[in-house]
């Protein structure tokens, strides 16, 4: 605390501290705009050099038959969607449509894009908080049971969160499905938007972030178990329990904090595979299916959306953690 009040950071004339805090704020939202716009940027380009004619894709989708159309057919489609136009002008014309909240129209479903995300997006984010949930709920009392006891019941807790930071969610999901949907017909094989059927899919994702929040809080706690507070605390009679629940757990799960705002973001993309591999309804399916179909509005607008919710929850975390943490505003 010392080392804190003394640092040249800290405040040295009044609002210095408001004046630091709002600098940050504008640092960390530009660099998620900047973000937010690099993504578009790639998606786009990315869609736009695939191979293979998009009027054509059109017509045959329109149509159901996959031919060779002739110059004369696909002139009107191009000239209707702008297909014609420099991709410079084509670009321009995309980044319009996004600041309109416009995502395109999904000329195999024939809806447009942004109604056909509203629809799937809920149980896609229910998933990703569910797993988000038990995540936390695996990795805080396995920290407890391990950390700061032995050496060796640390390196065992240490190596388990290892491991099952390691894990592919895609394997995971698949061994689940097998051994407890399919051999003891616990859960039902298709995953549905009931407690029931998000259940297996939830722990597929939470498996692999609670190895990582585990690592994040164990170092935290470890590190806190070492200072000035736990020994004032046990000389004023509290228990080592009650040290290490109230005092020294509080501040080790600061980082992990900080990190659920890039497990938001990454269990929502997590959830694509782990829905199609559970039949769950959601974006995966959605996505799995444009793919296949070269929908590449809907593809876009997916990949768009996913990448705006993930810079979106990291930046208020991130935010978060400046207006709780002063200690940070002074980093660079």
Partial sequence: MSDIISSPDNDALPGSGSARLLRRI??????????????????????????????????????????ERTPAELAPINAKYGFDKPIAGQY????????????GFSFELQRPVSHIIA????????????ALLLAWLIAIPWTLLTAGHHRRLGALGSAVETIMAGLPPYWIGILLLIVFAIDLRWFPVVGGTSLWGTVLPAITLAIPLAGFLGH??????ERNLQQPFVLSARSRGMS??????????????????????????????GAVLVEAVFARPG??????????????????????LIS?????????????????DPRLRGRS
Avoid: C, M
Wanted: aromatic share 6%; no cysteine.
């Fill in 92 to 103: 321009l014309h995309a980044l319009s449509q996004l600041l309109h909240g416009d995502l």
């Fill in 119 to 130: 629809e799937q997006l809920l149980p896609t984010f229910t998933l990703a908080i569910a």
């Fill in 240 to 269: 080592l329990a009650g040290v290490r629940l109230r005092h020294v757990l509080r501040h080790a799960l600061i980082p992990a904090i900080t990190l659920s705002g890039w497990a938001i973001g990454n269990l929502l993309s």
């Fill in 308 to 324: 705006f919710l993930y810079i979106v929850i990291n930046l208020v975390v991130d935010l978060i953690s400046l207006i709780i």
């Fill in 26 to 67: 504008a640092l960390r939202l530009g660099a998620a705009v900047f973000v937010l716009w690099g993504t578009i940027t790639v998606t786009f380009l990315v869609l736009a050099v695939l191979p293979g004619d998009r009027a054509t894709i059109l017509l045959n989708i329109t149509s159901g038959q996959v031919i």
């Fill in 216 to 221: 994040a809080i164990r170092g935290e706690f």
């Fill in 283 to 304: 974006l995966g399916s959605v996505l799995v299916n444009a793919v296949s179909n070269k929908d590449f509005a809907l593809v876009s607008g997916i990949v768009i």
